[in-house]
């Protein structure tokens, strides 16, 4: 109702999406921690170069990781996959 009433100008102003940003980075970290089997700081991944983007974004662009000849995905590993 508060945002309704806000993106009518009828009521306060509201404002949730740091709620959001914060939701969808700690999903971030949490596939950064499953993925590395590590723990992972808030800051580190922050600082992370990690990029999955394809090399050119176009509807044709292939992605970053391919199946291989099995039509398989490589599968992360604990420990062993790099994170971040």
Same mark, same amino acid.
């Given at each position: 109702?508060?945002?309704?009433?806000?993106? /009518?100008?009828?009521?306060?102003?509201?404002f949730?999406g740091?709620?959001? &940003?914060?939701?969808?980075?700690? *999903? %971030?970290?949490?596939?950064? *921690?499953?993925?590395?089997?590590?723990? %992972?700081?808030?800051?580190? *991944? *922050? /600082?992370?170069?990690?990029?999955?983007?394809?090399? /050119?974004?176009?509807?044709? &662009?292939?992605?970053?990781?391919?199946?291989?000849?099995d039509?398989?995905?490589?599968? &992360?590993?604990?420990?062993?996959?790099? &994170?971040?």
């Amino acid at each position: 109702m508060n945002l309704q009433a806000s993106i /009518r100008s009828t009521g306060p102003y509201v404002f949730d999406g740091d709620h959001g &940003a914060d939701s969808s980075f700690t *999903a %971030v970290l949490g596939r950064m *921690a499953v993925y590395s089997g590590q723990a %992972v700081k808030w800051d580190e *991944a *922050a /600082r992370s170069e990690l990029n999955l983007l394809p090399a /050119r974004l176009a509807l044709d &662009a292939d992605p970053p990781v391919l199946p291989n000849t099995d039509g398989f995905y490589p599968v &992360a590993m604990p420990g062993q996959t790099k &994170a971040w």
